[in-house]
C-alpha cells in the first residue's frame, strides 16, 4: 500500500504574525515529500513512525467527539497494526511543514464527508478545513494554525488575510532572471513549540506587541502585496526592512551563528534573510536580487532554490 504524495510547504511571509491575525503566505513546495505506506520490510525509521502514528491516533481518539472530527478511526488503527507509517523525505524540525504533511496524507485518506479540492472551495469550507487541521496538527506542536497541513493538504499557494479570512491565491510565474528566493540551511534543528512560547511571553511586553502590530505587520503585508503583484523593486525593500525588523526583535528565534551572516546580507544588499517558520533552527529563508552573488558570499552554507524572479 502507497498513498498519494503530499508537499512541504514554505511559509514566504507572516511567521508569529499569523498567530496574532496579521497577513501570510503560504506556498508547496514539492522538493521535499511524504505519503503513507505499508512496507513488507520494516526498518528502525518506519517502526519509530508507525509508533508515532500510533500515539496520533490515540490523540484522535481523544478529540473525535468534536462536531469536526469524523474518521474512521477503527479503519486508521487497522492500518497502524499493520505496520503503516509516514515515508516522508521532509525535514523534522526545519519549518517546511512535516508535521503539516503527515495530518493532510492522514485526514485525506480517513475522513468522512471529507472536503476535497475538486469542490468549488468557498471561504467556509476553507475555513473549516483549517479548524479540523489545527485541531489534528495540535498534537504535534502544542498550537498549531492548521495552516501547514492546509497548504500541504490542497497543494495551493495561501493567502492569509486574517484568521478568518483565507483564499486560495495564484503566484506570478517564476522568471529566468538573476534573482531568488531560498532556503538557507543551518544545520540545527528548531523546535516550534519553545520558540512559539518565546513568543508568546514577549507578546506580554507592550512595546513588543506595538513593534508586531506596526513594523513587523506593516512590512509583512507589504511584501505579500509585492510578491502578488509582480512588483519586484519593492519587494526587495521591504523585505530589507523586514529582515531588520526581525533581526532586531526575534533574536531567540535566529540561532547566534547566523546574526552576524544576517546583518552582513542587510549591510552589502547581497542578500536579505528571514525567519522560516519557527525558527530556532532548520532554514532559514532568503532573498536576493543575485542569486550567483549570493551564492559567493553564502558558499560554506547548503541552499537550495526557491522559485526565480
Not at 91 to 115: E, M
Not at 247 to 273: C, R, S, V
Amino acid at each position: 500500500m502507497k498513498g498519494p504524495l503530499f508537499y512541504a510547504k514554505i511559509l514566504l511571509f507572516g511567521e508569529y504574525g499569523i498567530i496574532k491575525d496579521s497577513k501570510g503566505l503560504a506556498i508547496p513546495y514539492n522538493s521535499f515529500q511524504g505519503a503513507l505506506k505499508v512496507s513488507k520490510k520494516p526498518s528502525d525509521i518506519s517502526e519509530q513512525s508507525n509508533r508515532n502514528l500510533l500515539k496520533f491516533y490515540q490523540y484522535l481518539c481523544s478529540v473525535s467527539n468534536d462536531n469536526l472530527m469524523n474518521f474512521r478511526l477503527d479503519e486508521l488503527k487497522r492500518d497502524i497494526d499493520k505496520g503503516m507509517y509516514f515515508d516522508s523525505s521532509i525535514p523534522q524540525g526545519y519549518g517546511v511543514g512535516s508535521s503539516g504533511a503527515l495530518v493532510a496524507a492522514v485526514y485525506d485518506k480517513y475522513a468522512n464527508d471529507k472536503i476535497t479540492i475538486l469542490e468549488n472551495l468557498t471561504r467556509d469550507k476553507l475555513l473549516k478545513l483549517k479548524k479540523i487541521f489545527s485541531l489534528m496538527e495540535s498534537f504535534f506542536h502544542g498550537k498549531s494554525s492548521g495552516l501547514d497541513p492546509l497548504n500541504s493538504y490542497l497543494s495551493l499557494p495561501i493567502l492569509i488575510n486574517s484568521k478568518d479570512h483565507l483564499e486560495a491565491t495564484g503566484i506570478p510565474s517564476q522568471k529566468e532572471g538573476k534573482g531568488a528566493v531560498f532556503l538557507l540551511d543551518s544545520e540545527q534543528v528548531g523546535e516550534t513549540e519553545p520558540m512559539v512560547s518565546i513568543f508568546m511571553n514577549k507578546m506580554k511586553n507592550e512595546g513588543f506587541r506595538k513593534m508586531i502590530n506596526e513594523d513587523f505587520a506593516k512590512y509583512t503585508d507589504a511584501c505579500i502585496d509585492d510578491f502578488l503583484h509582480g512588483n519586484v523593486k519593492s519587494l526587495f525593500g521591504n523585505v530589507k526592512q523586514l529582515s531588520k525588523v526581525v533581526l532586531d526583535n526575534f533574536k531567540p528565534m535566529i540561532p547566534k551563528a547566523f546574526h552576524q551572516l544576517w546583518q552582513q546580507g542587510i549591510e552589502t544588499n547581497a542578500y536579505y534573510l528571514k525567519l522560516c517558520g519557527s525558527g530556532g533552527g532548520g532554514y532559514i529563508l532568503g532573498f536576493t536580487k543575485d542569486y550567483q552573488k549570493a551564492q559567493k558570499l553564502l558558499k560554506n552554507y547548503k541552499l537550495e532554490l526557491v522559485y526565480r524572479f
